[in-house]
Every structure is written in C-alpha cells, then in structure tokens.
C-alpha cells in the first residue's frame, strides 16, 4: 500500500468516526522538500479554524518555495491527475508508487494544481461521500 492509499484510508476512517483531520502535503523536487513551509501554513490554517467540529477533513498543499516567497493561501477545489506516467510496482510486502514524466497542464484555473503552480500553497476541503448521486436516482428506477 502506497503512503497516499494509507493517508486516505486514515482519513477516511477519522471521517467515520467523527475526528477531523487535516492532511498536508509538500512539493516534492529532485528528492527535497519544503517542510518548514508546509509546517508554517499548516499552523496558521489551523490556528484560523473556529469550528473544528463542521471540519470533515482538510487537503493543504505547499508549493516548493520558502515560506516568504509564497504568494499566499487559497481554499479550491481539487484538481485532476498531475503525472502523465504512473509506475506502480511490488515490493516486499506492499507496493511502490512512483510518478514519472511531466506535469499534465490540463488542471482548471480554480484547482490546487493550478494555484500551486502559481505559488500559492492550497487548502481544499474533502468529502468522502463517492456516491453518484447523479445516477442514483435512474439507477434506483431501473431496478424497481
């Protein structure tokens, strides 16, 4: 199991049970990250927070730039596939996950992928409701 398939069955289990969660993710470039950066914006959205109890879960995304160059915060939506090669392999017991290629630039201008790429780091509230609710209402009238 990758770091981010135990990252989401975590949340999702919190999420089951009441616990709000936040999830925070620095830039990864040529094996580095800024974790100080992360911290700090992590720190000032939680600390902004009035009302953990309507917090589900929070997704905040770093850009790779020290805290003083970022151009600010912003709360979006989350966007789409960011690699356009994805090598998912064995290993020991569980498995690897690894990105390769390029960024896609195909993200919305109102996506996480987007801002970061801008240099802002990103807060996105999520829902772990995958129903689709768009069909279930032909679905259910189908089987009847």
Known sequence: MSSIQAQFQQ????????????AVSSQWVKGHSKFETAARV???????LDDLKRLQV??????YLDYEELKGVEVC?????VMSIYD????????????K??????NEKDSDIHF???G????????????????????SQMLK
Do not use: W
């Not at 992590?42 to 902004?48: D, H, L, Y």
């Not at 929070?58 to 850009?63: D, Y």
């Not at 998912?88 to 690897?96: A, F, K, V, W």
């Open 58 to 63: 929070l997704n905040i995304n770093v850009p």
């Open 88 to 99: 998912i392999s064995e290993e020991g017991e569980g498995y690897n996950m690894r990105l």
């Open 101 to 106: 290629g390029f960024p896609k630039d195909n």
């Open 11 to 22: 949340q999702l289990k919190q999420t089951y049970l009441n616990i709000p969660a936040i």
């Open 116 to 118: 970061l790429g801008q």
């Open 42 to 48: 992590a720190v000032e959205v939680f600390n902004k």
């Open 120 to 139: 802002y780091a990103t807060v996105s509230p999520l829902l772990y409701d995958v129903t689709n609710l768009t069909l279930i209402n032909e679905l």
């Open 77 to 81: 939506k989350v966007g789409a596939d």
